[in-house]
């Protein structure tokens, strides 16, 4: 395999990197997945450049012309034919069969445990819960990796069906309301990889991205420390004014604030929410123009989404903002 | 050729005939009339569920657009799904079948046209009632496949998809009537000499499309039912959060959805498997393998359709036997395209437009089926399933496949159901419009799927090269688009001026091309002599003939009950529909068993009611005997006691009902109660209609209209309520006796 | 602990009973095959049924399906009810008269509801956890399991392969039995597979038996009880399908090849 694989990676090179995530891993699981699909792809290429030719002469050569040998078939013909799509479906089901199991590869014993996973991620209408039970942190549309460890991760769905999905880490695994799947998540250099959810899931399919960001083992744990933190005090009269609003206002009935009494998850935890690089699962980057553009009304960035569109006066909206940039 | 010159003027005469009088097309029973209804409503929606697809490309081709906003791209990409397969693929197989199938088999008609029309119309019925949906506000907007909980009144509130279920059910009954209307016609109307083994490829295949129809579409049923119960009657089957299970949706519509792809497959094969061999100048290459794949191909697709959930984490156990379930259909697959080429080769190729768009079909079906190929390998499919890899795959074989096997048999039958030929010319516009533009729309697809695109996203972010893909695959749409109506205005211009066609223009092979074209009321005068596959070439190459080459099996003896048959027919059917019924029984029931269905339910009183039905079996067993020894009283005493059985039976499932519902067990009071009631309810509907059925026989034979020479009649329904019967000795032994928990 | 290779060589039930009924079945078929002429095939199909005889009850699958593995005990269910009995039948020298029947068997054996009720029932039965733990513990019970699975895949198998060529089910109708019979096994196997109830207790249990071979299948093979299960399921559903499968398109076949005869009318009737 490995002389095709170079001429593939090569165009991959050509066509930049992680353009197209899928030929591009960053896990050992992804790469595994992504040399079948390449053998695969050669096996398929060379079957079609067979077929066709076959069509084509047959066209160009016996175009046109007086009645031909009726031919009504041989048996033989047909088993010798056979002969090729019957290996190749053998050696496939074997090499699928064989990776089914080791990308699976899970000590069963621990599956039915719940508490056990690194990372629990649940995806929401239109955006996903991160939790790392160990630790006690919760975080939204984010993940934090430390390279060339794997993570157990359990996926959860707290609505409809939703999909686990990072082209450049690996499989992609649904999330089902009550049917708790557990999948790997490993990345063996470090970088930002992108996921999305990947099973239709209501108005806001599109809109329902995350990060993930994989970093050496030291900065992860620091920045873990970090996420497990409280929230941190309003620094300032503005702040602290926005803090109040916030409280006074129902922020508090669907958005958690660690440290304080909003303790709702029906939308992200904002306990660290200005340290998180983008805004609404991924619609837009996360800069204070940009919260304020949402504060002032989601609606008109992500139709659809459940925060609806509160009228805030400007005002209200500075306080806010200065309030949750914040929460670093 | 002297008949086909004779036949030459007659098209003129029969088109204007058939056009004056609409109303003759309302009321007719005609298997070719009700064929060109089928096929032009399909036409119609084609067109509908065509231009929800140009919508759909335009709010994709730029980045972030926010031409159609997200709550109205989704109803449009369920629409166009929806129908797609329901209104457009279905309906114009079952028209071309319609039409096709009596004449080549040399029959005057269907076995059942009055049912056929029946089936026919609820297709118009059940078009209009899902797209009624967007007058109500919200077309259906949770997926083609309409995964619960998404489509649970929770999360779809409004009213599109309880739309969205009637309308399937409704088409699914017109499906499945007309699935076995041609059952039974194949097996019973052939012509003398027209061998099971002698007919047409295009038959065959629709036997086997016909017989998966009659398994699958109860499955969706089953499901539908279920999900319309959630929905209206607040019980919770597909709902995970109060016990129900959201898996068992995707299994249910899989065990549909599969051969459902083979059911919009198979027919496309077959219409390859006419046209290929006569512009090809040679039979087609074995026959029998093409045949016998297909049963094959059949089989398998009833046991793979956990393949299109590799991704829900069943396990590795079930991910490695499906892939490699699913994996062997491309044996069967790989062996047709194979006996296609090989037709190809040797022969003498005449490039008409219908052989161009049956080799584009060759190329691009290969291309769809080796990426189904990958997607069978199920890690492949952990990353490429639900992008636009999954899109590209099956609108290769779906579109570049199915559709385009139609535009081959469009252009190859329009001669015979019209009288004129459909003009070259403008046949190689639009083929070359269709290529081209179905390549550039999916092939870019591919691309787009290993770039990371989702599926059924609205919009997306400006990813790198993402902009450029998707802006190539909406120009490409609008090539189809613009290669559909010059197929129309071809259509048009043909039915006004276009060339005659004669008898056989092609000089091709099978019997519909022994009569007129159109062929008359009767289809034909006088049917030829069959002594081989070919019996057209066979009459018109007298040396050449077949059946001096290569010999066939003769025709055998048959049966002859048509109702019988179709009888047996629609029980294979409700049998799948009970076993899927019954089966939610036992998921829901078999861990939380013992407490509350044991307590709850008077297992003495119903055995004894149950002998009471049983009972009924033998007492109509009787009636039949007696029936057919033309012993008419006999017959009515025996009748009689039959449909008190029946009514003692029902009177006491009301009073048990009536209990239940008296000590606050309802259909959402729990998940005991609502599979219950579902499986207990659907048997008593049954209960109910097979006496309805006894009661009008009944009527009829105490005014002498019902004979012992028309026993069969009663043979047919006697079946029915046999079949009732061991429904419920199965219920009875699951739900009362709990031999399972 | 135990190897894989080690499994493989060692575990053999030499002193199985099924040795002696396989050298006595060999003595019987040469006796027979001297006084009848036998083709290459058929002999063939002999030594499959013999040795897929030993397989099932003598080799390490026997060992493991004795209380180590679900899955291996449904592989051997399967060998002994779908393969062994339709070699054996296979094996048989064919007769075109209907004279020289030497099979004059009581009749309801060798009718399609007959075959289809014992196969799939026999299967069905036979999965009863109670019954299976039954056949697990005592051995008595254990060789009437043994036999009327082999009796059971026999007579499914009898009326579409029968050695008489003429009073053989119309191919077409065979086909639609063999769909039939191909239903009623994957129903069970689709509910074992998906039935979180265990169908052999037993296996769960996990007691008794060398802990070493326990060990091994649990631990080196990692099949766990559930997967185990599952496996078993699986196996009853897939691979069984395959036989049906086949057997179905031998049939199609030799409907679409053998021309009809004249007398086919006749020999229908004749066969009723």
Redesign the interface.
């Given at each position: 395999m490995p002389i095709p694989l170079n001429c593939l990676l090569r165009v991959n090179a050509i066509m930049a990197a992680s353009t197209v995530p899928v030929l591009d891993p960053a896990s050992p699981n992804a790469t595994t997945i992504r040399n079948l699909f390449v053998s695969v792809f050669l096996i398929c290429c060379a079957i079609f450049v067979v077929v066709v030719a076959l069509i084509v002469i047959s066209v160009v050569r016996f175009r046109g012309g007086s009645t031909p040998v009726q031919d009504f078939g041989r048996r033989r013909s047909e088993v010798v034919w056979a002969i090729t799509p019957v290996m190749i479906v053998f050696g496939l089901s074997a090499v699928s069969t064989k990776l089914i199991l080791s990308i699976l590869a899970m000590p069963t014993s621990q599956v039915s445990e719940a508490g056990d996973a690194d990372l629990v991620v649940i995806g929401h209408q239109w955006w996903w819960e991160v939790r790392y039970p160990a630790a006690g942190a919760v975080t939204a549309n984010e993940i934090h990796l430390p390279v060339g460890r794997k993570l157990r991760v359990r996926v959860e769905a707290a609505d409809v069906i939703h999909s686990f999905w990072v082209p450049q880490l690996g499989p992609k695994m649904d999330m089902i309301p009550g049917h708790p799947n557990f999948v790997w998540l490993e990345a063996d250099r470090a970088g930002t990889y992108e996921g999305s959810c990947a099973e239709f899931c209501g108005d806001q399919h599109a809109w329902m991205r995350f990060t993930v960001v994989a970093e050496p083992e030291p900065q992860y744990r620091a920045w873990l420390a970090h996420q497990a933190q409280p929230g941190s005090a309003p620094a300032d009269a503005l702040a602290e004014a926005g803090r109040r609003f916030y409280f006074a206002q129902t922020c508090a009935n669907c958005h958690a604030v660690k440290g304080t009494s909003a303790v709702a998850n029906a939308a992200p935890d904002l306990t660290h929410v200005a340290s998180r690089t983008e805004l609404a699962a991924g619609v837009i980057p996360n800069t204070p123009q940009n919260l304020a553009r949402w504060l002032r009304n989601p609606q008109a960035i992500k139709p659809g989404c459940q925060m609806p569109n509160f009228t805030l006066d400007d005002e209200h909206l500075t306080q806010l903002v200065a309030y949750l940039e914040g929460l670093r | 050729m002297t008949a086909g010159s004779i036949a030459n003027s007659q098209p003129d005469e029969r088109g204007l005939s058939a056009e004056s009088s609409l109303l003759g097309w309302f009321s007719s029973v005609d298997h070719k009339q009700i064929g060109l209804l089928y096929i032009c409503t399909a036409l119609v929606f084609l067109l509908i569920g065509g231009a929800e697809a140009i919508a759909i490309r335009l709010q994709l081709v730029v980045p972030n657009n926010t031409l159609i906003g997200p709550s109205l791209f989704n109803q449009l990409f369920t629409m166009h799904g929806t129908t797609m397969v329901f209104l457009v693929g279905m309906p114009i197989l079952t028209g071309f079948a319609n039409y096709l199938v009596p004449l080549m088999i040399g029959a005057s008609d269907v076995a059942f046209p009055r049912l056929n029309a029946f089936g026919y119309w609820l297709v118009p019925l059940g078009g209009i009632l899902l797209h009624y949906s967007f007058l109500t506000g919200s077309a259906p907007n949770a997926g083609w496949f309409n995964y619960a909980p998404l489509s649970e009144r929770a999360y779809s509130s409004l009213q599109g998809v309880d739309y969205w279920l009637i309308a399937l059910l409704v088409l699914g009954i017109g499906s499945v009537s007309s699935a076995i209307n041609l059952i039974v016609t194949i097996i019973l109307r052939r012509a003398p000499g027209m061998s099971l083994q002698r007919v047409p490829l295009f038959v065959w295949m629709m036997f086997i499309t016909s017989i998966l129809i009659i398994l699958a579409i109860p499955a969706l049923n089953s499901a539908l039912v279920l999900l319309l119960i959630d929905r209206t009657l607040g019980s919770a089957f597909f709902d995970a959060s109060r016990g129900g299970n959201s898996l068992l949706w995707q299994h249910y519509f899989w065990i549909f959805g599969h051969p459902e792809v083979y059911i919009l497959a198979l027919p496309a094969f077959g219409m390859i498997s006419e046209v290929i061999p006569v512009f090809s100048r040679k039979p087609i290459y074995g026959y029998e393998f093409v045949a016998a794949s297909t049963v094959a191909i059949g089989i398998l697709s009833m046991g793979v359709w956990a393949h299109h959930m590799f991704a829900v984490g069943l396990g590795p156990a079930y991910d490695a036997f499906f892939a490699i379930g699913s994996l062997l259909i491309a044996i069967p697959t790989g062996l047709k395209v194979f006996n296609w080429t090989a037709t190809l080769w040797g022969g003498s190729i005449r490039l008409t437009t219908s052989m161009c768009f049956a080799i584009a079909f060759l190329v691009q079906f290969v291309i769809g089926g080796l990426t189904g190929v990958m997607f069978a390998v199920a890690p492949i499919d952990w990353q490429l399933t639900d992008t636009y890899f999954v899109v590209a795959h099956f609108h290769y074989v779906l579109f570049g496949g199915t559709i385009f096997a139609l535009f081959a048999g469009g252009f190859y039958w329009f001669p015979k159901m019209t009288g004129r030929l459909l003009d070259e010319r403008l046949g190689k516009i639009t083929f070359w419009l269709m290529v081209i533009g179905f390549n550039m729309t999916f092939f870019v697809q591919h691309f787009l799927g290993l770039m990371g695109m989702p599926r059924r996203t609205y919009t997306y972010g400006d990813h790198p090269g993402w902009f450029a893909l998707n802006a190539i695959s909406t120009a490409g749409a609008f090539f189809m688009g613009a290669g559909v109506l010059v197929f129309l205005w071809n259509v048009l211009r043909t039915l006004r001026i276009g060339e005659a066609a004669g008898d056989n223009p092609w000089d091709a092979f099978t019997l519909e091309w022994a009569t007129t074209s159109p062929p008359h009321e009767q289809n034909f005068a006088q049917v030829p002599e069959v002594k081989s596959r070919r019996p057209v070439w066979d009459m018109n190459h007298p040396d050449l003939a077949d059946w001096k080459l290569s010999r066939t099996p003769e025709d055998r003896r048959r049966p002859h009950s048509a109702a019988r048959l179709a009888s047996a027919a629609f029980i294979v059917s409700e049998a799948m529909f009970f076993l899927l019924l019954v089966s939610a029984y036992v998921v829901f029931n078999r861990t939380t068993g013992e407490s509350s269905a044991a307590r709850v339910l008077e297992v003495g009183r119903t055995a004894l009611f149950t002998l009471l039905l049983l009972a009924s079996s033998i007492t109509l067993w009787r009636a039949e005997r007696a029936l057919r020894a033309f012993d008419q009283d006999g017959f009515l005493r025996w009748l009689g006691v039959t449909l008190g059985l029946g009514a003692l039976f029902l009177i006491n499932q009301g009073v048990e009902y009536a209990g239940l519902l008296h000590r606050g067990i309802t259909i959402s009071s729990s998940l005991f109660g609502s599979t219950f009631f579902t499986v207990t309810g659907f048997h008593g509907l049954h209960v109910l209609a097979g006496l309805v059925a006894l009661a009008i026989l009944f009527v009829l034979g105490k005014r002498g209209a019902l004979t012992g020479r028309r026993s069969d009649v009663l043979g047919a329904i006697g079946y029915y309520w046999h079949f009732v019967d061991v429904v419920w000795i199965v219920v009875f032994s699951i739900v009362y006796l709990r031999v399972l928990s | 602990m135990m190897t894989t290779w080690q499994v493989m060589s060692e575990l053999w039930y030499w002193r199985s009973p099924a040795w002696v009924i396989v050298l006595l079945a060999t003595f019987v078929y040469t006796v027979a095959a001297l006084r009848r002429p036998v083709t290459p095939r058929q002999v063939t199909c002999f030594v499959i049924a013999a040795a897929t005889f030993v397989v099932a009850l003598a080799s390490p699958l026997a060992v493991l399906s004795s209380q180590y593995s679900f899955s291996a005990h449904m592989m051997q269910h399967l060998l002994l009810l779908l393969i062994v009995p339709l070699c054996a039948i296979l094996a048989w020298p064919l007769s075109e008269a209907v004279a020289t029947d030497n099979f004059a068997l009581p009749s309801p054996f060798g009718t399609a509801a007959v075959g289809w009720l014992t196969s799939v029932g026999a299967m069905w039965f036979w999965h009863v956890p109670a019954l299976c733990t039954a056949a697990m513990q005592n051995s008595g019970i254990f060789a009437i399991q043994t036999c009327s699975l082999v009796v059971a895949g026999a007579a499914f198998w009898w009326p579409v392969f029968r050695p008489q060529l003429q009073r053989r089910m119309q191919p077409?109708v065979a086909?639609a039995y063999l769909?039939a019979g191909?239903v009623g096994c994957?129903?069970l196997g689709i509910?074992i597979?998906?039935?979180?109830?265990s169908v052999c207790p037993l296996y769960a249990a996990g007691g008794g038996g060398a802990l070493e071979l326990t060990r091994l299948v649990h631990e080196q093979w990692?099949l766990?009880h559930?997967?185990d299960q599952?496996?078993g399921g699986?196996l009853m559903?897939?691979p069984a399908?395959?036989v049906y499968?086949g057997a179905?398109?031998a049939t199609?076949?030799s409907?679409?090849?053998?021309?009809?005869r004249a007398d086919?009318?006749s020999r229908?009737l004749a066969a009723e």
């Amino acid at each position: 395999m490995p002389i095709p694989l170079n001429c593939l990676l090569r165009v991959n090179a050509i066509m930049a990197a992680s353009t197209v995530p899928v030929l591009d891993p960053a896990s050992p699981n992804a790469t595994t997945i992504r040399n079948l699909f390449v053998s695969v792809f050669l096996i398929c290429c060379a079957i079609f450049v067979v077929v066709v030719a076959l069509i084509v002469i047959s066209v160009v050569r016996f175009r046109g012309g007086s009645t031909p040998v009726q031919d009504f078939g041989r048996r033989r013909s047909e088993v010798v034919w056979a002969i090729t799509p019957v290996m190749i479906v053998f050696g496939l089901s074997a090499v699928s069969t064989k990776l089914i199991l080791s990308i699976l590869a899970m000590p069963t014993s621990q599956v039915s445990e719940a508490g056990d996973a690194d990372l629990v991620v649940i995806g929401h209408q239109w955006w996903w819960e991160v939790r790392y039970p160990a630790a006690g942190a919760v975080t939204a549309n984010e993940i934090h990796l430390p390279v060339g460890r794997k993570l157990r991760v359990r996926v959860e769905a707290a609505d409809v069906i939703h999909s686990f999905w990072v082209p450049q880490l690996g499989p992609k695994m649904d999330m089902i309301p009550g049917h708790p799947n557990f999948v790997w998540l490993e990345a063996d250099r470090a970088g930002t990889y992108e996921g999305s959810c990947a099973e239709f899931c209501g108005d806001q399919h599109a809109w329902m991205r995350f990060t993930v960001v994989a970093e050496p083992e030291p900065q992860y744990r620091a920045w873990l420390a970090h996420q497990a933190q409280p929230g941190s005090a309003p620094a300032d009269a503005l702040a602290e004014a926005g803090r109040r609003f916030y409280f006074a206002q129902t922020c508090a009935n669907c958005h958690a604030v660690k440290g304080t009494s909003a303790v709702a998850n029906a939308a992200p935890d904002l306990t660290h929410v200005a340290s998180r690089t983008e805004l609404a699962a991924g619609v837009i980057p996360n800069t204070p123009q940009n919260l304020a553009r949402w504060l002032r009304n989601p609606q008109a960035i992500k139709p659809g989404c459940q925060m609806p569109n509160f009228t805030l006066d400007d005002e209200h909206l500075t306080q806010l903002v200065a309030y949750l940039e914040g929460l670093r | 050729m002297t008949a086909g010159s004779i036949a030459n003027s007659q098209p003129d005469e029969r088109g204007l005939s058939a056009e004056s009088s609409l109303l003759g097309w309302f009321s007719s029973v005609d298997h070719k009339q009700i064929g060109l209804l089928y096929i032009c409503t399909a036409l119609v929606f084609l067109l509908i569920g065509g231009a929800e697809a140009i919508a759909i490309r335009l709010q994709l081709v730029v980045p972030n657009n926010t031409l159609i906003g997200p709550s109205l791209f989704n109803q449009l990409f369920t629409m166009h799904g929806t129908t797609m397969v329901f209104l457009v693929g279905m309906p114009i197989l079952t028209g071309f079948a319609n039409y096709l199938v009596p004449l080549m088999i040399g029959a005057s008609d269907v076995a059942f046209p009055r049912l056929n029309a029946f089936g026919y119309w609820l297709v118009p019925l059940g078009g209009i009632l899902l797209h009624y949906s967007f007058l109500t506000g919200s077309a259906p907007n949770a997926g083609w496949f309409n995964y619960a909980p998404l489509s649970e009144r929770a999360y779809s509130s409004l009213q599109g998809v309880d739309y969205w279920l009637i309308a399937l059910l409704v088409l699914g009954i017109g499906s499945v009537s007309s699935a076995i209307n041609l059952i039974v016609t194949i097996i019973l109307r052939r012509a003398p000499g027209m061998s099971l083994q002698r007919v047409p490829l295009f038959v065959w295949m629709m036997f086997i499309t016909s017989i998966l129809i009659i398994l699958a579409i109860p499955a969706l049923n089953s499901a539908l039912v279920l999900l319309l119960i959630d929905r209206t009657l607040g019980s919770a089957f597909f709902d995970a959060s109060r016990g129900g299970n959201s898996l068992l949706w995707q299994h249910y519509f899989w065990i549909f959805g599969h051969p459902e792809v083979y059911i919009l497959a198979l027919p496309a094969f077959g219409m390859i498997s006419e046209v290929i061999p006569v512009f090809s100048r040679k039979p087609i290459y074995g026959y029998e393998f093409v045949a016998a794949s297909t049963v094959a191909i059949g089989i398998l697709s009833m046991g793979v359709w956990a393949h299109h959930m590799f991704a829900v984490g069943l396990g590795p156990a079930y991910d490695a036997f499906f892939a490699i379930g699913s994996l062997l259909i491309a044996i069967p697959t790989g062996l047709k395209v194979f006996n296609w080429t090989a037709t190809l080769w040797g022969g003498s190729i005449r490039l008409t437009t219908s052989m161009c768009f049956a080799i584009a079909f060759l190329v691009q079906f290969v291309i769809g089926g080796l990426t189904g190929v990958m997607f069978a390998v199920a890690p492949i499919d952990w990353q490429l399933t639900d992008t636009y890899f999954v899109v590209a795959h099956f609108h290769y074989v779906l579109f570049g496949g199915t559709i385009f096997a139609l535009f081959a048999g469009g252009f190859y039958w329009f001669p015979k159901m019209t009288g004129r030929l459909l003009d070259e010319r403008l046949g190689k516009i639009t083929f070359w419009l269709m290529v081209i533009g179905f390549n550039m729309t999916f092939f870019v697809q591919h691309f787009l799927g290993l770039m990371g695109m989702p599926r059924r996203t609205y919009t997306y972010g400006d990813h790198p090269g993402w902009f450029a893909l998707n802006a190539i695959s909406t120009a490409g749409a609008f090539f189809m688009g613009a290669g559909v109506l010059v197929f129309l205005w071809n259509v048009l211009r043909t039915l006004r001026i276009g060339e005659a066609a004669g008898d056989n223009p092609w000089d091709a092979f099978t019997l519909e091309w022994a009569t007129t074209s159109p062929p008359h009321e009767q289809n034909f005068a006088q049917v030829p002599e069959v002594k081989s596959r070919r019996p057209v070439w066979d009459m018109n190459h007298p040396d050449l003939a077949d059946w001096k080459l290569s010999r066939t099996p003769e025709d055998r003896r048959r049966p002859h009950s048509a109702a019988r048959l179709a009888s047996a027919a629609f029980i294979v059917s409700e049998a799948m529909f009970f076993l899927l019924l019954v089966s939610a029984y036992v998921v829901f029931n078999r861990t939380t068993g013992e407490s509350s269905a044991a307590r709850v339910l008077e297992v003495g009183r119903t055995a004894l009611f149950t002998l009471l039905l049983l009972a009924s079996s033998i007492t109509l067993w009787r009636a039949e005997r007696a029936l057919r020894a033309f012993d008419q009283d006999g017959f009515l005493r025996w009748l009689g006691v039959t449909l008190g059985l029946g009514a003692l039976f029902l009177i006491n499932q009301g009073v048990e009902y009536a209990g239940l519902l008296h000590r606050g067990i309802t259909i959402s009071s729990s998940l005991f109660g609502s599979t219950f009631f579902t499986v207990t309810g659907f048997h008593g509907l049954h209960v109910l209609a097979g006496l309805v059925a006894l009661a009008i026989l009944f009527v009829l034979g105490k005014r002498g209209a019902l004979t012992g020479r028309r026993s069969d009649v009663l043979g047919a329904i006697g079946y029915y309520w046999h079949f009732v019967d061991v429904v419920w000795i199965v219920v009875f032994s699951i739900v009362y006796l709990r031999v399972l928990s | 602990m135990m190897t894989t290779w080690q499994v493989m060589s060692e575990l053999w039930y030499w002193r199985s009973p099924a040795w002696v009924i396989v050298l006595l079945a060999t003595f019987v078929y040469t006796v027979a095959a001297l006084r009848r002429p036998v083709t290459p095939r058929q002999v063939t199909c002999f030594v499959i049924a013999a040795a897929t005889f030993v397989v099932a009850l003598a080799s390490p699958l026997a060992v493991l399906s004795s209380q180590y593995s679900f899955s291996a005990h449904m592989m051997q269910h399967l060998l002994l009810l779908l393969i062994v009995p339709l070699c054996a039948i296979l094996a048989w020298p064919l007769s075109e008269a209907v004279a020289t029947d030497n099979f004059a068997l009581p009749s309801p054996f060798g009718t399609a509801a007959v075959g289809w009720l014992t196969s799939v029932g026999a299967m069905w039965f036979w999965h009863v956890p109670a019954l299976c733990t039954a056949a697990m513990q005592n051995s008595g019970i254990f060789a009437i399991q043994t036999c009327s699975l082999v009796v059971a895949g026999a007579a499914f198998w009898w009326p579409v392969f029968r050695p008489q060529l003429q009073r053989r089910m119309q191919p077409h109708v065979a086909a639609a039995y063999l769909f039939a019979g191909c239903v009623g096994c994957s129903l069970l196997g689709i509910y074992i597979t998906f039935s979180p109830v265990s169908v052999c207790p037993l296996y769960a249990a996990g007691g008794g038996g060398a802990l070493e071979l326990t060990r091994l299948v649990h631990e080196q093979w990692g099949l766990t009880h559930r997967l185990d299960q599952q496996l078993g399921g699986l196996l009853m559903w897939v691979p069984a399908c395959m036989v049906y499968l086949g057997a179905i398109l031998a049939t199609l076949s030799s409907w679409y090849h053998v021309p009809e005869r004249a007398d086919g009318a006749s020999r229908y009737l004749a066969a009723e």
